[in-house]
């Protein structure tokens, strides 16, 4: 009777690196507002196992809507919108045109 060989275990490392663009990503809904877009990467792992090497990234993006017309605006909040409420909200779908889009470098 033969002993399977062990496997290793996996080896990880954070891999640092430095971001040398971060564009705003902008769009024109067809409700007059504009949203602009940003890709943040924050951290990148590199894993080998069984010699197959992976990577995981961790990473935010962040939205931000501007020249919203007045009639699509509502009071301003006085505290933030608990995630609960936020789901249950009316939903409509919005077309949008690309104004500008480029990739993060």
Known sequence: MSAKPREKEPSESELDFETIREPWNKYSLMDGSNLK????????????AENKVSYTIK?????????VPNNLRGPKAKAPVPPSELKSA????VGFSTIFEEWCE
Do not use: P
């Open 37 to 48: 877009l940003r890709f943040v990467l924050l951290k990148v792992k590199r894993t080998v």
């Open 59 to 67: 990473s935010q993006t962040l939205i931000e809507a501007y020249n």
């Open 90 to 93: 009316k939903k409509q779908e």
